[in-house]
């Protein structure tokens, strides 16, 4: 068949050919998820096996360089857990009190210097968040509360002020998203303007809200090397109250130590924390989805 | 002013506390890292080699520059001609549709560590790869391309269903219609989402450093290894020899970020003006 | 004297998944004549004018039986959809010029159907836009966006982008509803004088305006057509009551 013609059949076909073109580009997000898990739980999978899943999920010891070595990840996994929830306790009220106040009482003025600002701080490197912790959170932890500043405690408002910025954002348009009729309906009734916002406003956007602290805290539990640059990443089983002391996260294990792992089951055992790490992601995901379609946000 | 009641007071004041401290925040890493690095800003930061006694960024900046490029010529056209078929040519609610947007939601909720995982050990150990701009980009740009869908379908569902009809009452095919009429109206919204992108890929480093690698020189084919900003700064910092270019190297980032922003919101204004 | 039919629809029943939108359309369209579609809102007018340039298949879980001919030929059978479009021309309820200048709009059309030649398009866009009655307001500012021409300079813009493709009907969508009055004058003046080409159908809102314009009217109410016929006969003696009751003004 001469070139002639082969452009004469494409040009004749060209909606069918591109409409295919266009529905295969489309399944390419779905080849990459279909990837994404073969290629972790086809890895990950057999080391956890290996290691015996039990063992590996509430194994304290972390040791890949003893004979035999052991893969305990419970260390971690309670770690992402402390600086996680450190990051809400320090992240998530003042992130909705902020998003009420864009929402309700910022004066407009106001508003088009705050709007960027926050926008700005969504955008910002998290090296950049590591860096500034290393070298301002780590001195004021380690001088006002003692330890050497690598700890539970830094992690956690690193991560809290990281996590700022997507719950007021989310939560700011949720709040916007309340009809005025309702506000308009407290406020006739004789209610204050911060009593209608707080307690007719705000539940009314609850389940958005809700929704934005759960995306906050898939990104702390996902985050990587801000945590990494300050939580000192010992793997090591930590009770509450040393939150002075440093923690290693599931995903600061697998930064550490992907890049010179041991032979044998070291490297898979790392790709099996990330398999942990993911299905963890996956589940708050799916919650996050939940509340999404409840509140259409 | 009338005084207010106590429950009143108490929240008042909690909503300026919060927003004190988000603006705090935002002073804080802003006004230090600006603060501390520009003045450590110089020419010998941008020579063309990056050494051990003087660690230029310069090698960095490029290799940022081709992975963006790289990324951006895989995810691009893919994100596009995704959010054209769902928006355009896929029945609404069908289940190709549904799996999709399921798919690209779980993308952009993967953490970047595991795209890093993901990418060692698909692209540097299963394909053979090893760590290259190849790796680097195809994971940067997985990891990109549920921003660019989103950003095109969001911009496609804005265009007024008016222009399509007039192009169909015309006679026009579907693809004429998208192609001339509908894209160029959409254009802002796509570029918008375009740039959000390439911060996301400037302000990278887990994803990178296992797919790129992170030696500090400018790759030199596709199945080269190198660095980006970011992983250079990450290295700085972990470093700690060279605190002055390491205040230098974060305020140089942050400024590419607030201009990539900048440019970003002014072209999103754009849109809404239009 | 009898007209030609250029439209004859036969038993069409058009449903919107599960809600039928017309039920039993029979009727003939003469050509080069006016006809009206009147009615209240939600009475299938629009969907009607719609499925004669198949315009409904757009819309998903839109069904239609029965046959429309044009020119004695199915629309619904072995025809190529966009050159049914392009020989039945549509002008729509809002003025929705393309966002791009004033010439490029006109030229779209032509530009679709595979003129290339400048001096082709040159031509095509002037005789268009002068047949539109608007080429003396433009014809200094064909480069500018089309947007920033008024309302009623926007719709006779889009009867120009119509009529670049040389159709043979005109299907017309509440065209004056979005207009000011003198806009509206301005175009039903136009659309009479456009009667001697072109075959027009019009669905409007306006009884004055379809007494005005029309040769024939068609009265619907939900979905059916009610009564059709003259438009002198129609709006001075209506046989069918809910017809007079429209027409009247005591409707509902």
């Known amino acids: ?297 | 002013m009338k005084r207010k009641k106590p429950f009143d007071f108490i929240f008042f004041l909690l909503t300026w506390l919060s927003i004190g401290v988000t603006v705090a925040v935002f002073t804080l890493v802003v006004g230090y890292v600006l603060i501390n690095g520009v003045p450590y800003i110089s020419p010998s930061l941008f020579a063309l080699e990056s050494t051990a006694l003087n660690p230029s960024l310069f090698p960095a900046l490029m290799g940022t520059l081709m992975i963006v490029g790289l990324s951006l010529i895989l995810a691009v056209p893919l994100g596009i001609f995704s959010a054209i078929y769902l928006v355009e040519y896929a029945r609404r609610g069908s289940r190709f549709v549904k799996i999709v947007r399921l798919t690209t939601e779980t993308l952009a909720g993967i953490p970047s560590i595991v795209y890093g995982l993901f990418g060692f050990i698909f692209f540097g150990v299963f394909l053979g790869w090893g760590l290259s701009l190849m790796s680097g980009a195809f994971t940067v740009s997985i990891m990109i391309l549920p921003l660019i869908m989103r950003a095109t379908e969001e911009s496609l569902r804005a265009v007024p269903d008016t222009y399509r009809e007039g192009s169909f009452g015309l006679g026009a095919g579907r693809l004429r219609t998208v192609v001339r009429i509908v894209l160029p109206a959409a254009t802002p919204g796509i570029l918008a989402g375009i740039i959000l992108a390439i911060g996301r890929i400037i302000g990278e480093t887990a994803a990178i450093i296992f797919t790129l690698g992170n030696v500090a020189r400018m790759p030199n084919n596709l199945f080269d290894s190198g660095r980006t900003l970011s992983a250079h700064m990450y290295t700085l910092a972990n470093e700690g020899t060279h605190p002055g270019e390491a205040h230098a190297t974060a305020a140089v980032l942050l400024l590419v970020v607030i201009l990539i922003n900048a440019l970003s919101s002014w072209i999103a204004r754009f849109v809404k003006a239009s | 004297m009898e007209k030609v039919s250029k439209f004859s629809l036969k038993d069409v029943n058009l449903w919107y998944s599960d809600f039928q939108a017309l039920k039993n359309i029979n009727m003939e369209i003469p050509a080069n004549f006016i006809t009206a579609f009147i009615g209240p809102s939600g009475c299938g007018k629009s969907t009607l004018i719609k499925s004669l340039n198949r315009m409904n298949d757009l819309i998903e879980g839109c069904r239609i039986t029965g046959d429309i001919l044009l020119d004695n030929e199915s629309i619904h059978g072995n025809i190529d959809v966009n050159m049914l479009r392009k020989r039945v021309g549509m002008v729509f309820q809002k003025p929705n010029p393309f966002p791009m200048s004033v010439f490029d709009n006109v030229a779209y059309g032509p530009r679709t159907h595979g003129i290339k030649s400048k001096f082709r398009l040159n031509e095509i866009v002037e005789k268009s836009l002068c047949d539109a009655a608007i080429w003396d307001e433009v014809k200094d500012r064909l480069k500018k966006s089309a947007l920033s021409l008024s309302g009623g300079q926007q719709q006779r813009l889009c009867i120009a982008r119509a009529l670049s493709v040389q159709p043979d009907v005109l299907l017309m969508d509440e065209p004056t509803s979005a207009l000011d009055p003198i806009s509206t004058a301005k175009i039903e003046e136009l659309v009479i004088k456009l009667k001697d080409s072109y075959t027009i159908v019009i669905v409007t809102h306006n009884m004055q305006q379809a007494t005005r314009i029309s040769d024939r009217t068609g009265f619907f109410l939900l979905g059916e057509l009610v009564e059709y016929g003259k438009t002198e006969r129609i709006f001075s003696v209506p046989k069918d009551k809910r017809c007079e009751d429209y027409i009247t003004g005591r409707f509902g």
């Open chain 1, 1 to 297: 068949m001469g070139i002639r013609s082969l452009i004469s059949l494409i040009r004749r076909n060209k909606e069918r050919i591109a409409k295919h073109l266009f529905a295969l580009s489309a399944s390419a997000a779905i080849a990459a998820v279909g990837l994404i898990c073969v290629f972790l739980f086809m890895q990950g999978l057999p080391a956890m096996w290996d290691i015996g899943i039990f063992n590996f999920l509430t194994g304290t010891d972390w040791q890949p360089d003893w004979t035999p070595p052991r893969f305990g990840i419970l260390p971690m996994i309670v770690g992402s857990l402390y600086v996680t929830a450190g990051a809400i306790l320090f992240g998530v009220p003042t992130g909705i009190f902020a998003a009420v106040f864009m929402a309700k009482f910022c004066p407009a003025p106001l508003y088009k210097i705050l709007k960027p600002a926050i926008n700005l701080l969504a955008g910002i490197p998290s090296v950049v968040y590591g860096y500034f912790g290393m070298v301002v959170l780590v001195p004021f932890v380690r001088e006002n509360f003692g330890g050497n500043g690598n700890s539970i405690l830094t992690a956690s408002i690193l991560l809290g002020m990281m996590i700022l910025p997507t719950i007021i954002t989310i939560s700011e348009s949720a709040i916007r998203a309340v009809p005025g009729e309702i506000y308009d309906g407290a406020v006739a009734l004789g209610a204050s303007h911060e009593h209608a916002t707080f307690r007719v406003i705000l539940p009314a956007a609850k389940s958005g809200v809700m929704a934005s602290v759960i995306l906050g805290i898939g990104r702390a539990v996902g985050e990587t090397m801000a945590v990494r640059m300050v939580a000192g990443n010992q793997a090591v089983l930590r009770m509450p109250h040393e939150f002075i002391r440093g923690v290693r996260t599931l995903t600061a294990n697998i930064v550490l130590e992907l890049g010179y792992a041991y032979p044998g089951d070291h490297r898979p055992a790392l790709i099996a924390t990330g398999v942990v790490l993911f299905v963890f992601v996956m589940l708050i995901n799916t919650l996050f989805a939940i509340l999404k379609k409840k509140e259409g946000v």
